[in-house]
């Protein structure tokens, strides 16, 4: 395995579980010192609510003072909706999008000056294929991802004089506890499952650990040239339109 992220310290936000473990996992294994925030840690994490600024500003903290310091941050931690526009209440999309979007602009606040005393500085958001596709009864979840790819793109702006690279990434359907949460409570699980599979070209959900590659990836100090990019991992679904498969 490559030792691109030897000496380096990498905070993961929602690391405990899915996509996030997946990272930190990734990173971990090419060097990596891994700094979770959860509101369920692993024994070794920190608890971190990133609706809560005071627990953003003591996690990011508490990191700093055991690790010294922070060069990659992953902004992972988020929260789904179902239903069209008229599905959730004002309180509800309030809150989705004070963790899916305000969540990142808090802890990228509190470990920006971190950030800014590194030499391989980079910060990850995870994103979603719904910031770009319209999919149907995800009318608040796909407003979040939307603002989060613009947040993205806006945050690369503004640092690049503090030489911080700042991309995100793009899933398809993962196979994730989530997701799994979220076909446990269809009508009808497999079907659900099987529909999911079927809208990516590639016919199968994307795994955790494929969208944590790319994350590791993006955080990479050997993709020194990459910021202000949304890297989908999808199964094809952003740009290919292949013909309906034939019946079996």
């Not at 004070?98 to 005393?117: E, I, K, Q, Y």
């Not at 603002?147 to 398809?172: Q, Y």
């Not at 494929?210 to 999808?234: F, K, N, Q």
Request: glycine fraction near 10%.
């Amino acid at each position: 395995m490559s030792n691109d992220f030897a000496g380096l310290v990498a905070v993961v936000t929602g690391g405990a579980s899915g996509i996030g473990a997946a990272a930190a996992q990734a990173m971990a294994d090419r060097g990596a010192k891994i700094a979770v925030l959860d509101l369920n840690p692993a024994e070794h994490g920190f608890r971190c609510d990133v609706s809560d600024d005071s627990e953003v500003t003591a996690a990011i903290a508490a990191v700093t003072t055991q690790f010294g310091g922070i060069d990659v941050l992953v902004n992972n931690a988020g929260i789904g909706a179902q239903g069209d526009v008229t599905a959730n209440d004002d309180a509800e999309w309030h809150r989705v999008l004070d963790v899916n979007v305000v969540g990142m602009a808090r802890v990228t606040r509190a470990a920006l000056p971190h950030l800014r005393r590194s030499n391989a500085a980079a910060v990850v958001n995870t994103c979603s294929i719904a910031a770009w596709t319209g999919l149907p009864n995800r009318a608040l979840y796909s407003a979040s991802k939307g603002a989060v790819l613009a947040l993205t793109l806006a945050m690369a702006t503004d640092h690049l004089d503090d030489g911080i690279r700042i991309n995100c990434v793009c899933p398809g359907t993962a196979d994730t506890p989530w997701v799994g949460r979220l076909l446990d409570s269809a009508a009808d699980p497999a079907a659900e499952r099987a529909a999911l599979a079927a809208r990516q070209p590639m016919g199968r959900l994307v795994t955790a650990d494929e969208v944590g590659h790319a994350i590791a990836y993006l955080a990479s100090p050997l993709s020194g040239s990459t910021t202000g990019t949304a890297l989908a991992v999808d199964g094809g679904m952003y740009g290919l339109r292949p013909r309906p498969r034939a019946d079996n």
